[in-house]
């Protein structure tokens, strides 16, 4: 056993240090870096307030439970796969496959924040800082366990529709609860941490620690309980995802357009994970939305259907992906417009849903109609365009369908890259959605208008634009995505060549561009538009009267500077100047 | 199509690729002649499918251009690949479609009347005996049939040139005759086809013509007898191919007892 397990360790350790270079690196470091400064407030807690402290680790529970569903299935360095031909009793893979686990950022920087049950030890007594160290061990592997699990069960759940829809409800609800977490803080803040965080999981280590002797067992037992599971998973998981046999409707289109919106369609209602997709899409708009009415307020409620159109738009930022080197076919017929096509279906698969949602919930609340149904149209045109745009700019290469290994989550091995484009796509159709919406709160029902052009010429410029680059680029596409490697002309290279201070103000630019800008600007004069003052960390909501407005639209104009800035210096210089390409 | 009356179906000129600083393909000129049946032969890595994948346009050369009956593949790719079916190697499908839906999407795509896609989709569907997995996506299709469905999407528009890389590989023995006569009805008929394979009873049995790639290079080209001399093609091939003269290597530690 311990010699597997070893084994497996090592082997971890080699594919790491060779997967450690370059941009992948620089993701790496980046993620380490937050990690550790997570990790870093964890422990603090332990100095102020054990309640906070067992909050903390709830999150960090959370984090562990739903990251990997949104990180294109978690950490795969060592698949189950490659050892089947071994044939290792199940129990023992899942140990090795475990000793494999805890090598890595993660765990490390998780046992770091751990390092606050020693803290809360150290301060109430020389026992309680010796069970310290046991619990730090086995909630770690509590942690890394039930992370493995969660994606073993989802990847089960996803053979069947059922499954995938039910995963997808609840993924979105808990991420929207958790992107909405300052609504539970102000509910705490009123009622205190409720008691419940202590006997999760995540707090038996701390409640450990506190004297409870028990809850050391609990642990232990735990680990054992959740081994066998996770190895009793493994044995379950074999082959692809499997597609839904029934409905087979005869394509009845006439048209070159009209097969590629047929074939689309059928992928959509077809392919578990998009269904996985869109189910939890839906689900994240409406708990974002309906999360405040916590707190008595149900002025976000009219906003579930545009948060839906930007999320499901982040979950297709990467269509081309997806479909890996079927690609080719596109190619072969350059007569036919396959991202018209692509939008077509893009468009009828969401826009019903999401205009039955924002119809239906404004009239609920009577809300702020001309914002409403400016934001619609614009939103969804924005997403329509984008969606083809950057899948096609900013490919990653994923891994083809037949040949997806038994996680179906993980559609492609550039997990770090699938995520970076899914925020790139929720920041630009937010952005998308702004004219419109600043029209709106300006000029009222003028905005609609706005929002009806900009959604039509972005859909047909963005499409336009996406048509041109499979045309020109699309032997270079392919390429990439047969061989999984990026040619040298892409904006990551470009990147590359830029100083360390341009790296750095591009990166802080891009990245919290969007702080000032969708916070700090667009939501708080919304709520000051709603009367909404005082608002947790909307700064404008705190202004004297005069200031509100002018406060909140700075912040708007500083997120597009950082915007512009990071775009500006990333942006290659001379488009003639790279290697010839013919 | 004054250009394609007398035009070779397909025409390679220079052709070279290098990948991360290894020359696959190393400046390559093929002539098929119209109605030829052309079998590419060589060893593993010799450079077949990127060579292959270069001719019709989907991976751009270094240098070099590719003519489809005289159309350029990449300053007239429209011309050019409606004349062409292709069988590419390992390449992905619309993966949830089923068979059928596969046929209807492409022959669509490709501008054909919707009742003529769906006559020639049941011809094609029965002649390759895919008819019976009527309800089964491409993605949960075996290899074989993977190959058969690659092979009836590059027929269905009735193409003047197939090009096919590894047509036979993985397909029943059944299924291979089949194929093999309606590769032969199709030259007959007046089609070309440039295939690849690394079986030469199989190249000797059916092609006409044949050029022997190695190291990325063409180490021989002409017509079949030109190319074997007398000889049997395999023996051709492996005075070709290989370097050292000392003949097959065995492995020591299986062969002992
Ligand atoms: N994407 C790629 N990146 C790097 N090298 C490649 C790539 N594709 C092919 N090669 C190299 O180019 C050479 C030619 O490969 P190719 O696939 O054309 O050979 P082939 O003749 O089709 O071989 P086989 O008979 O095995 O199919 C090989 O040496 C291969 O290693
Ligand atoms: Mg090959």
């Known amino acids: ?582 | 199509m004054s250009a394609s009356t007398h035009a070779p179906a397909l025409r390679l000129v220079g052709l070279a690729k290098t990948f991360d600083h290894k020359l696959a393909v190393d400046h390559v000129d093929l002539e098929v002649p119209s109605g030829s049946f052309f079998g590419l032969v060589g060893p593993n890595g010799a450079g077949k499918t990127t060579s292959l994948s270069m001719a019709v346009g989907l991976l751009r050369p270094d240098t070099g251009h590719a003519e489809i009956f005289g159309h350029d593949v990449w300053s007239a790719p429209e011309r050019a690949k409606a004349l062409v079916g292709v069988l590419p190697d390992g390449l992905a499908m619309p993966e949830r479609l089923t068979g059928r839906e596969v046929l209807t999407y492409l022959g669509l795509l490709r501008g054909l009347a919707k009742d003529v896609v769906a006559r020639r989709a049941e011809e094609l569907l029965a002649v390759l005996e895919l008819d019976g997995a009527e309800k089964t996506l491409v993605i949960e299709y075996s290899t074989g049939m993977r190959k058969k469905i690659g092979l009836a999407t590059a027929l269905l528009h009735a193409p003047r040139l197939l090009v096919l890389d590894e047509p036979f590989e993985a397909v029943d023995p059944v299924s291979a005759a089949t194929i093999k006569t309606i590769l032969r009805g199709f030259v007959a008929g007046g089609g070309s086809i440039v295939l690849s394979s690394h079986v030469m009873a199989l190249v000797e049995q059916l092609c006409d013509h044949v050029a022997v790639v190695d190291k990325g290079r063409v180490a021989a080209t002409g017509t079949l007898d030109e190319v074997r001399g007398g000889r049997s093609l395999e023996d051709a091939f492996v005075g070709l191919v290989s370097d050292q003269v000392s003949g097959v290597k065995e492995l020591s530690w299986l062969s002992s007892p």
């Open chain 1, 1 to 582: 056993m311990a010699v597997v397990a070893l084994t497996m360790a090592r082997m971890k350790l080699a594919v790491l240090r060779h997967a450690f270079h370059g941009r992948r690196a620089h993701t790496a470091g980046t993620g380490a870096a937050l990690g550790v400064l997570s990790a870093l407030g964890t422990v603090y807690l332990a100095f102020v307030d054990l309640d906070l402290l067992a909050a903390g680790y709830a999150v960090w529970l959370l984090g562990w439970l739903l990251g990997p569903l949104f990180m294109g299935g978690g950490d795969e360095t060592l698949r189950p796969e490659y050892f089947s031909l071994l044939g290792l009793p199940p129990r023992r893979l899942a140990a090795g496959l475990l000793a494999a686990a805890f090598v890595g950022v993660a765990p490390l920087v998780s046992l770091g924040a751990l390092l606050g049950l020693l803290v809360a030890g150290l301060r109430l007594g020389v026992a309680n800082a010796l069970v310290a160290v046991p619990a730090m061990v086995l909630q770690l592997a509590v942690f890394v366990l039930l992370s493995k699990v969660s994606v073993a069960v989802v990847g089960l759940a996803l053979r069947t529709r059922l499954g995938a829809i039910v995963s997808g409800l609840l993924n979105g609800a808990v991420l929207a609860a958790l992107g909405q977490i300052w609504i539970f803080f102000w509910a705490f803040g009123q009622t205190g941490v409720p008691a419940a965080v202590w006997y999760l999981p995540s707090g038996w280590g701390l409640l450990a620690v506190r004297g409870r002797w028990w809850a050391l067992a609990a642990l232990a037992v735990l680990v054992l309980l959740l081994l066998a599971a996770w190895a009793a998973l493994l044995t379950r998981r074999v082959g692809a995802a499997r597609a839904s046999a029934r409905g087979r409707r005869p394509i009845t289109a006439g048209t070159a357009t009209g097969a590629v919106v047929a074939k689309e369609l059928r992928t959509w209602s077809r392919d578990l994970v998009r269904n996985h997709q869109l189910t939890f899409a839906l689900s994240y708009g409406l708990c974002f939305a309906a999360s405040p009415l916590i707190i008595g307020w149900d002025g976000m409620l009219p906003y579930a259907g545009p948060i839906f159109i930007v999320m499901a738009a982040a979950m297709a930022a990467n269509l081309y992906g997806t479909d890996g080197t079927a690609l080719w076919l596109t190619l072969m017929t350059p007569g036919a417009s396959d991202v018209r096509g692509r939008q077509l279906a893009w468009l009828s698969v969401h826009a019903p849903v999401a205009i039955v949602l924002t119809v239906a919930l404004t009239a609920l609340t009577g809300g702020p109609w001309p914002l409403i149904l400016a934001l619609l149209p614009a939103l969804l045109g924005g997403a329509a365009g984008l969606v083809p745009l950057i899948s096609a700019y900013a490919l990653v290469p994923g891994t083809d369908p037949h040949r997806r290994a038994g996680n179906p989550l993980r559609t492609s091995e550039d997990d770090g890259g699938l995520t970076g484009l899914a925020y790139l796509m929720l920041a630009l159709v937010i952005l998308t959605g702004a004219p419109a919406a600043l029209a709106a709160v300006w000029y009222g029902w003028a905005g609609v208008a706005t929002g009806v052009l900009t959604g039509a010429l972005c859909c047909w410029g963005f499409g336009l634009l996406a048509e041109r680059r499979l045309r020109a680029h699309g032997p270079e596409l392919l390429h990439v995505m047969r061989t999984g490697r990026k040619p040298h002309t892409t904006m990551k290279s470009r990147f590359d060549q830029l100083s360390k201070t341009q790296k750095t103000i591009a990166s802080w630019c891009l990245g919290f561009g969007a702080i000032p800008l969708v916070p700090q600007g667009i939501l708080a004069s919304v709520f000051v538009a709603n009367d909404m003052l005082r608002h947790s960390w909307f700064l404008a909501t705190y202004m004297p009267p005069g200031l509100r407005y002018p406060v909140a639209a700075a912040f708007i104009l500083l997120g597009l500077a950082m915007y512009g800035a990071g775009v500006w210096i990333v942006k290659p210089r001379s488009p003639g100047s790279g290697p010839s390409r013919d």
